[in-house]
């Protein structure tokens, strides 16, 4: 067996369910501009009892695409469409603006069709807004506002390792001060052996 | 000793140069390491972060006992 793993390329789409067909039409073509770039209808496809459906993709650039599934006749599922808190935006789609200009061009034009939009939020190394579609599925454009350097790596590589060592998969009643005293730990020791 | 440690990157960089008025300071592998002999206390609005910065100022890791961490002040005492 090849010990070389191979590379991924980016996102080719990612798919959810939707109970608002035209809503989502209207949001995704004509408010946020995207161009319909495939769909697909199916009757009985797949096990047993398996509703007929279309299934549809947006073109979110780069070569990447947002898609739906709508299932004909089935009962809508707000659990899995709209769930509030921060359970339910931990699932998201971020897409990328390119200019500090785009970003404030993206949020003009949402609120001008009537979307509820954030501010512009302000994180360590991107700047967001953020909004929901018709189905209550929560999007966000981001602006990189540097690139990420070789230190801001590490740091990062550190934090997975201090989380896992601390926390494991949920097992340990552990705390976030419990990792932040093992991460010190370790950048303490970094810095040690630096010339 | 209490010391907190930083990512040394322009984010930290306004809570780095209020830090080193009080406290001493020291940089190194791209990190920074504030240091206090009994407290350490930084005020949140001298430190001008805002809250992705402010909330996330421990990600680097600390020595010493969190005493207070809320929106106005961070403090960390002795073990």
Known sequence: ??????????????????????????????????KVRHAITAKGWGPEKHPDFLHFFFDAGNGSTIAFFYYIGTEPRPDLTGPRGYLGTARHTAWTANSPEELQAWRARLKQHG????????????????????????????????????????????????????????????????????????????MAEAR | MPSLFVLDVPEF????????????????????????????????????????????ALTGGYEGRVREFNAERLRIAKE
């Open chain 1, 1 to 34: 067996m090849s010990d070389t793993i191979p590379a991924l390329h980016g996102v080719h789409h990612t798919a959810f369910p939707t109970w608002k067909p035209k809503s989502t039409v209207a949001f995704y073509r004509d408010i946020l501009g995207l």
């Open chain 1, 115 to 190: 979307v509820a939009v954030s501010d512009e939020i302000e994180h360590e190394t991107i700047r967001s807004i953020y909004f929901r579609d018709p189905n209550g599925y929560p999007l966000e454009i981001t602006l990189q506002s540097r690139p990420l350097e070789p230190a801001d790596i590490r740091d990062a590589e550190l934090t997975l390792d201090a989380m896992c060592e601390t926390f494991g998969d949920h097992e340990s009643k552990a705390t976030i001060e419990d990792m932040w005293r093992r991460k010190g730990a370790m950048v303490r020791q970094i």
């Open chain 2, 13 to 56: 960089a306004p809570l780095l140069e209020g830090a080193e008025k009080s406290y001493r300071v020291s940089r190194k592998a791209g990190y920074a390491a504030i240091m206090a002999p009994d407290e350490l206390v930084i005020e949140r609005a001298a430190s001008g972060l805002g809250d992705a910065i402010w909330y996330g």
